[in-house]
């Protein structure tokens, strides 16, 4: 391999020259322009022998960063052929490499598949993100194997959650006294005849929700109708009539009036609106009078009463108490080899479920109720290693084999559900077909197809595009008054919607880019200007302007891509460098001056300040690629709204990028980033694949990225050729063993447990 795989020859004609014509007055062992220097790279051999500085290289000419602007740069033709060349060195020894699919650790489950795990297992809503700290993160994403350790605290936290989630599975213990609860203080007033309160109830328990009513209405008036929501679902709608007092005719005292429903609540924070929905008398009351309780009739407050016992079991309950534990063993066996079975992704031993009857015999014999003794039980399986951790059987040291079958069902219920496998998916893998071709695809499509796809959608979905990021922003309120919770929560509805229409739909993945589509409701289409969306329920809206097409010009992306008193050009050009291109530039030096805030609209606009920032030639390498992006974005504010004004200054989006290639404005940036198409289906091959496994992309992988690359673009780049070919991918479906075997024999009893 030292004179090139594919002749000395060749590169002497197509690449040599090229370096030392347009290259090696800058970059030569005296200057080192860039800490580079193409002396090692005038020789064939080098291709092979210095991959990695070779990559860095044609990176570099296939962006247009080098030769630097203003300096003579090689014809089309030669710039191609030394591309050519060179990849297709590449290719030809990735051709030759054996495979390499990598191996992912012991894999604890973050604290989202652990919720999801427990809703799907158990039936149980756990409030994970209250009582959990956040993950760590790795390569962007916070399931990543190596980075996921267990500490004292959180193992602690572990044994307290298993407690209580098992008690509201299987309902043993009593409830406490039922109390009301009225805090005024949370009402939010939404409208004259619409209030909502958000609060948390401690109990998986029935309640009574009661909308306190005031005011009375004339005589004339026609009854209203009330609506009594919980979490957005109407729990109760009752129509209300007019009740007129003798005192409330002479315009005395104000009347009080309630109307409840009782209903089964999880535990947890709740939302509970009371609305009038038909309430025809407000149009014909000034907007002063429409709270005067001599006037009007309006709701004024919501009461919670509870807890009280349900008149019958739970959804949780049905769905772990097949049988009623009190009629003896046999029901108990029952339970507990059903729920180990699917908390371990795969058929528990017999060792296993004699260990969980154990617990559940000693706590009986210590006078324990039998649900209550039960809940020992669960609560110890859900601190087994078989459960917390995704356990991975290796091969022989030094071998490389196919994942078994039920593994492969973790690994693919895990990648789009965040959760463990279902029936199906557990059944397809214990009898062996689950890694057949035709089944594997149908299986991919039905989960894409589910509703627990929307955890691909919020948690790939929302790590790659950093709308995760959303509830850290805090826009400052006198600036951006606009600004409120309901609008956020907005904002990230519509990329996630996005996400998943790209995804369900099996959309090409330049709809990233520029998708003449959105979803909007009210709030969020009144935020950008565009008419005729009423109400708080979403829906598609197909766009007539490019102004809001794709994700990188909606409100999330461009709101975690400001700061909190304005926007950013350097924010978001590297938020699109890293998002869309995959070529994060390296962290500014220590000392780069800052701008003058004072300045910015009043007495320079911001690409002055930015253009005079470039001047400096050691940032100027730099922000020659992020400054085009970002200024192309300068029509839209902090929290994303459109304006053509920054301060006194007139905004000018238009950029050039290094390459010499020009656009007018946001719109023609995109043009330019769907041009380098397969430079955007490497970067999200390349992330999507790093979520799926769970660890970093590595220099052996090139080869499956590239072959990812290749299969979407013979698939028009669609979102779900990814997916499957990252499921049909050697790093999926296999693992390799590294280790010696000393350290594979200890290694096989820490994760296989008694999983001999």
Known sequence: MTAGLLGAASFDTDVQPVLKQYCSGCHNDKLVSGGLSVAPFLSAGSVAGNREGWELILAKLRAGEMPPKGLPRPAAGQMDALLNFVQGEFDAADRQTKPDPGRVTAHRMNRTEYANAIRDLLGVDYRVREEFPADDSGYGFDNIGDVLTVSPTLMQKYLSAAEQIAARAVGGDALPKPGVILRRDRIRKLDAGDIQLKDIVDYDADYVVRANLLGHRGKEDKPVTLVISVDGKPAETVSVPVQISAVNQQGGATQRSSEEVRLFLTTGEHTFRAQFVNDEALKNIPANFRTNPGRNIFPDSIEIAGPFPSAEPHPAQKKVLTCDPASGMPCVTGILTNLSHHAYRRPATKAEVAELLRIYSKAAASGYTPAQSLQFAIAAMLVSPQFLFRIERDPKPGGVAPIGDTELASRLSFFLWSS?????????????????????????????????????????????????????????????????????????????????????????????????????????????????????????????????????????????????????????????????????????????????????????????????????????????????????????????????????????????????????????????????????????????????????????????????????????????????????????????????????????????????
């Open 420 to 756: 463990i496998p279902d029936d199906e998916l557990l059944r397809l893998g214990e009898t062996g077909k689950l890694h057949q071709p035709e089944i594997l695809d149908a299986q991919v499509k039905r989960l894409i197809a589910d509703p627990k796809a929307t955890a691909f959608a919020d948690n790939f979905g929302g790590q790659w595009l950093q709308t995760r990021s959303l509830d850290a922003m805090k826009p400052d309120p006198k600036l951006f008054p606009e600004w409120t919770p309901e609008l956020k929560d907005a904002m990230r509805t519509e990329t996630r919607m996005f996400f998943e229409a790209v995804m369900r739909e099996d959309r090409p993945i330049g709809d990233f880019i520029d998708g003449k589509y959105t979803f909007l409701n009210e709030l969020l289409a009144r935020h950008y200007g565009i008419p005729d969306v009423t109400g708080p329920e979403f829906r598609r809206v197909e766009l007539t302007t490019n102004q809001r097409s794709g994700v990188f010009t909606q409100a999330s992306v461009l709101t975690v891509s400001s700061y909190p008193t304005r926007t950013s050009v350097v924010l978001r050009g590297r938020y699109l460098l890293e998002t869309v291109l995959n070529a994060a530039p390296p962290p500014p030096p220590a000392d780069v001056p800052i701008l003058n805030e004072a300045e910015l609209g009043v007495a320079r606009s911001l690409r002055t300040q930015m253009e005079q920032h470039r001047t400096d030639p050691s940032c100027a390498a730099c922000h020659a690629r992020m400054d085009p992006l970002g200024f192309s974005l300068e029509n839209y504010d902090a929290t994303g709204k459109w304006r053509t004004q920054d301060g006194k200054f007139p905004i000018d989006p238009s950029g050039q990028f290094p390459n010499g290639k020009g656009f007018a404005d946001s719109a023609g940036m995109k043009e330019l980033l769907k041009d380098n198409m397969p430079q955007f289906a490497g970067c999200l091959a390349e992330k999507m694949l790093t979520y799926a496994l769970g660890r970093g992309v590595e220099s052996y992988d090139r080869r499956t990225v590239q072959d990812l690359v290749r299969q979407m673009a013979a698939h028009d780049y669609r979102m779900q050729s990814l997916i499957l070919g990252i499921v049909h991918s050697a790093p999926f479906r296999q693992r390799h063993n590294n280790l010696n075997q000393a350290t594979a024999t200890a290694a096989v009893k820490i994760e296989g447990g008694t999983h001999q």
